[in-house]
C-alpha cells in the first residue's frame, strides 16, 4: 500500500481526487489506515450532488499527491462504482471485505480479528 506522511494527512483534506487519467473523481474526505501496518490504505471520496452525496473509496497504492489534488491508480467510473457509505456514517467491520473484492484486492481480518482499515 502507499507510504504517504501522516503528518500531512489533515492538509489534504477536501483536495480534489483525480483518476489515471486526470478527470475529478470527487473530493477527499478522509484517509483511511490499514490497522495492522499504520500506513495509508484507502481514500474516503465524497461523490454526488448536494443532498445526495456520499463516499465511496479507492485504494492509495500507486497513488501520488501534487500541490492541488491526490491522483488515484483507478478510472472514475470503478471508483464510483465502489462500494459507498452516507457522508456522515462509517465503514463498518462488515462493509470492509466488499471494499477490497472491489478493487481485487486480498482481505483477511487482523491476527486477532480486528478490522483492517480505521480512519483518520
Known amino acids: 500500500m502507499a507510504d504517504f506522511p501522516a503528518e500531512n494527512i ?16 470527487g473530493s477527499l474526505e478522509s484517509v483511511y489506515f490499514d490497522t495492522a501496518t499504520d500506513s ?5 471520496i465524497q461523490i454526488g450532488i448536494p443532498g445526495r452525496r456520499r463516499l465511496v473509496f479507492a485504494p492509495l497504492v500507486g497513488a501520488v499527491v501534487a500541490p492541488k489534488y491526490l491522483k488515484v491508480q483507478f478510472d472514475k ?14 465503514l463498518t467491520t462488515e462493509q470492509e471485505p466488499a471494499v477490497f473484492e472491489h478493487y481485487g484486492l486480498p482481505y483477511a481480518l487482523g491476527a486477532n480479528g480486528e478490522r483492517r482499515l480505521g480512519r483518520r
Open 77 to 90: 467510473k470503478t471508483v464510483r462504482d465502489a462500494p459507498g457509505i452516507d457522508t456522515d456514517g462509517e
Open 40 to 44: 495509508a490504505s484507502f481514500a474516503a
Open 10 to 25: 489533515r492538509d489534504w483534506r477536501d483536495y480534489d481526487v483525480v483518476d489515471s487519467g486526470g478527470d475529478r473523481i
